[in-house]
């Protein structure tokens, strides 16, 4: 089971970014996908998750509005398009993958990518 983060770099503030998860070794669209980030000196947070069907999507107050999750089980890809960035999204970025539902508590998903780097500075 492998997953490849993407799409990471530098943004401005009110930028755009589009991270992508590439996902391969196990049946996507079994799985539920959700992105975490983890700022330096910070918890873990939870950002956004997507059912298997995509139907179901949920986001963290923090990213709502801005963050919008999709997921391309035909290209077995997750995206994360993120606008109006802000500093304070500055973090690594993590996508990860579980069975069953959409949950923020990573410790629940059971694989997870390598992370990428998303700074937001002027």
């Known amino acids: 089971v492998q997953l490849v983060e993407s799409g990471g770099g530098l943004a401005q503030p009110v930028g755009s970014l589009r991270l992508s998860c590439a996902a391969s070794g196990f049946t996507f669209d079994d799985y539920v996908i959700g992105w975490f980030r983890q700022a330096p000196g910070k918890e873990r947070e939870w950002v956004s998750c997507?059912?298997?069907?995509?139907?179901?999507?949920n986001s963290a107050d923090s990213v709502k509005g801005r963050f919008t999750i999709s997921r391309d089980d035909a290209k077995n890809t997750i995206y994360l398009q993120m606008n109006s960035l802000n500093p304070e999204d500055t973090a690594v970025y993590y996508c990860?993958?579980?069975?069953?539902?959409?949950?923020?508590?990573?410790?629940?998903?059971?694989?997870w990518g390598q992370g990428i780097q998303v700074t937001v500075s002027s």
């Open positions: 990860a993958a579980k069975r069953t539902s959409c949950t923020g508590y990573g410790r629940l998903y059971t694989n």
């Open positions: 997507i059912s298997t069907t995509g139907l179901g999507i």
